[in-house]
């Protein structure tokens, strides 16, 4: 059964950079990725990565935010620059299997002064 374990989030000031992480246990993974949610809104794609490296960004985050993985660790990373305070959510790592997705806990980013 997979699980996600994720990490690094925290209070940041307009224009900063947090780097957000989750590491991965289980298998049949095809793709790993971030959603985040924020109040009031529905869920919302960040960005995902295949086992091959193929990246998919929601439009309005391109350029601000990169994804990466680690296959040997099977971890991903979420870099987050310029960040805006439109970007506080509660981010959450996903992976994506052949018939199921699991979600992480989540963990809180919020953009403030």
């Known amino acids: 059964q997979v699980q996600l374990v994720e990490s690094g989030g925290g209070l940041v000031q307009p224009g900063g950079s947090l780097k957000l992480s989750c590491t991965a246990s289980?298998?049949?993974?095809?793709?790993l990725g971030w959603f985040r949610q924020a109040p009031g809104k529905q869920r919302e794609l960040v960005a995902t990565?295949?086992?091959?490296?193929?990246?998919n960004y929601a439009n309005s985050l391109k350029g601000r935010f990169t994804i990466s993985r680690d296959n040997a660790q099977n971890t991903v990373y979420l870099q987050m620059d310029s960040l805006k305070p439109e970007d506080t959510a509660i981010y959450y790592c996903?992976?994506?299997?052949?018939?199921?997705?699991?979600w992480g806990q989540g963990t809180q980013v919020t953009v403030s002064s």
């Open positions: 990565i295949t086992n091959f490296g193929e990246t």
């Open positions: 289980g298998s049949d993974i095809i793709s």
């Open positions: 996903n992976a994506a299997l052949y018939d199921y997705d699991v």
